[in-house]
């Protein structure tokens, strides 16, 4: 263990030890897209509930072994009906939802099409899957490159074609690494024309993107009107919702069955009552004004927060500091843009430890954790930043490149300097 921990360090992957909290400086770097966390009305809202309760604790049990409680069927109701979904299942966090699903679900003779960046909680689940040997792997948010994949497994896997078997596709609405979204229009398209209706399942993760986009928060699966045609969507609660667990919104007969055979679902302890509680207050928060004014608000800050980054860096060259600006995929509405930022510099670790001494807890995240020239630092815009805050952001940046320029430029530096 220790001979892999000095690996890591040696190549200056993040080796943490979570020994000391995250500094108090200005939130840019986490999940709370909305602002949720410390919101005093949500607070008092979810206080409420809680003192309205007969029971807030723990249920001592795993929902097939005593835990199965009339508020966990409750919230299961309101998230299909929110969702417009035949059926939801609750489970305790997105990575438990994404094994449950992909480790049981795909039966043998199956196939899985699956994006190159999807979460290692997908992956992991595929690789104890019966499909775990028909992964299709297609370039990153490339139409044509899953188009071909869908080609490949229809050709290999001729039992798809007659109906005795499923082509599954696996995508994330909004991927966390680049904040870019996947060209679901295009997903959805090329899998209609070519697999039959009942041979395909298209399954979502719309774990950076619930609460943020679509009517009422619903993801980027409603705002772009798919919902009849997306099979499976996860939500999970612990970004957007400021709080943890998820949800899958699928068929009734899918429900059913991972609830009997997804371990992760059957093995966990069930949510305790006052954690649904919390999450009713969200959606309850989130369904009034208060949702759509902060939605609105986190779209305007991000369109603030490019524009002046754009212009801090005119005159920083690239490969010190750039604003990485995946496309936006056909048929997204043009103002759509995504709350997470990456920043391109070929000094991720100093520029990060530069970053932390100021207070902002934001992570390096250099080769080999990204390929070669994708070294970087992610920002995240939230809700109720001011544009002063991100005015500050951008002058630590400005701060920082003319510091390394200065020692880029001195003699003594020369190894430094060749790589700016």
């Known amino acids: 263990m220790n001979r892999a921990l000095e690996g890591r360090r040696k190549i200056q992957v993040p080796t943490l030890d979570l020994l000391k909290p995250v500094p108090a400086g200005p939130d840019v770097y986490s999940n709370d897209f909305l602002s949720l966390t410390n919101d005093p009305d949500l607070r008092q809202l979810y206080l409420d ?39 939801a299942l609750l489970f305790n966090s997105g990575y438990d939802a994404n094994v449950a699903f992909w480790h049981s ?48 497994a229809l050709k290999e896997h001729p039992s798809i074609l007659q109906g005795k078997n499923t082509l599954f596709v696996a995508v994330e609405a909004t991927y966390s690494m680049d904040g870019d979204f996947a060209p679901l229009p295009d997903i959805v398209r090329v899998t209609e024309k070519y697999v039959p209706k009942q041979s395909a399942h298209i399954l979502v993760d719309e774990a950076h993107s619930t609460g943020v986009f679509g009517p ?25 919702r400021a709080l943890t667990g998820a949800v899958i919104l699928t068929s009734p007969l899918i429900r059913q069955y991972v609830i009997n055979y997804g371990r992760p679902f059957i093995y966990t302890t069930a949510l305790p009552i006052s954690l649904i509680h919390g999450l009713n207050a969200s959606f309850d928060y989130l369904e009034g004004p208060v949702g759509d004014f902060r939605r609105s608000e986190l779209n305007r800050l991000c369109g603030y927060f490019r524009n002046a980054l754009h212009e801090a860096l005119r005159h920083i060259p690239p490969n010190l500091l750039s604003l990485h600006e995946p496309p936006l995929p056909a048929g997204f509405p043009k103002d759509t843009l995504s709350p997470i930022h990456a920043i391109l510099t070929s000094h991720p670790m100093q520029l990060s430890d530069y970053l932390n001494s100021c207070g902002y807890a934001v992570q390096g995240i250099p080769y080999p954790v990204v390929p070669r020239g994708q070294e970087r630092i992610r ?33 003594q530096q020369g190894r430094i300097q060749s790589r700016l």
């Open 216 to 240: 009422q928060g619903r993801g980027l699966v409603h705002m772009l009107g798919l919902q009849d045609r997306v099979h499976t969507v996860l939500h999970t609660f612990g970004k957007g």
């Open 105 to 152: 679900v795909p039966q043998e003779g199956d196939v899985i099409v699956i994006d190159e960046l999807v979460h290692a909680s997908s992956r992991d689940g595929m690789a104890i899957s019966r499909a775990k040997k028909s992964l299709y792997l297609f370039s990153h948010n490339s139409p044509a490159a899953f188009e071909e994949q869908i080609i490949r």
């Open 49 to 87: 509930k809680l003192n309205k309760s007969q029971r807030i604790f723990g249920v001592a049990g795993s929902r097939l072994l005593g835990g199965n409680s009339s508020d966990h069927l409750d919230f299961e109701t309101r998230m299909a009906r929110f969702f417009e979904s035949p059926a």
């Open 379 to 411: 920002i995240s815009v939230h809700a109720l930043n001011t544009e002063a805050e991100l005015d500050a952001l951008i002058s630590r940046l400005k701060q920082w490149s003319t510091m390394m320029q200065s020692v880029a430029s001195q003699p």
